[in-house]
């Protein structure tokens, strides 16, 4: 199985920027996807950025432009760095990994806890 744990949420004025980060672990044989989803209040939740194998990126029209995912495989972390926010950028924000762990299944789906994020205007 893996584990994750977000950090860098916060409380940010709008044009300000922040940075999330979420660390995975457990024994990961191979990963798919790694990334983040948000989800406002009375929202469902939404993908925000993806990065796929071959470091193939996905964004959410709403935040192009603006944030970048990133990861570090060796650390097995993930990153979104989010710049110029907006208050409609307010959620709980969950890392997401998809990947083959240890007493997992080949195509297991993990979740973090989440970390607020919140915007002021």
């Known amino acids: 199985q893996a584990h994750l744990v977000e950090s860098g949420g916060g409380l940010a004025q709008a044009g300000r920027s922040l940075r999330l980060s979420c660390a995975a672990s457990?024994?990961?044989?191979?990963?798919?996807?790694f990334g983040w989803y948000r989800q406002a209040p009375g929202e469902q939740r939404e993908l925000v950025a993806l990065i796929m194998r071959g470091d193939v990126t996905t964004y959410a029209d709403s935040v192009k432009g603006r944030f970048t995912i990133s990861r570090d495989n060796t650390k097995k972390m993930v990153y979104l760095q989010m710049n110029n926010l907006k208050p409609e950028d307010t959620g709980t924000y969950y890392c997401?990994?998809?990947?083959?762990?240890?007493?997992?299944?080949?195509?297991?789906?993990?979740w973090g806890q989440g970390t607020q994020v919140t915007v002021s205007s």
């Open positions: 457990g024994t990961i044989f191979d990963i798919a996807d």
């Open positions: 997401y990994l998809r990947a083959w762990a240890r007493n997992g299944p080949r195509d297991g789906a993990y």
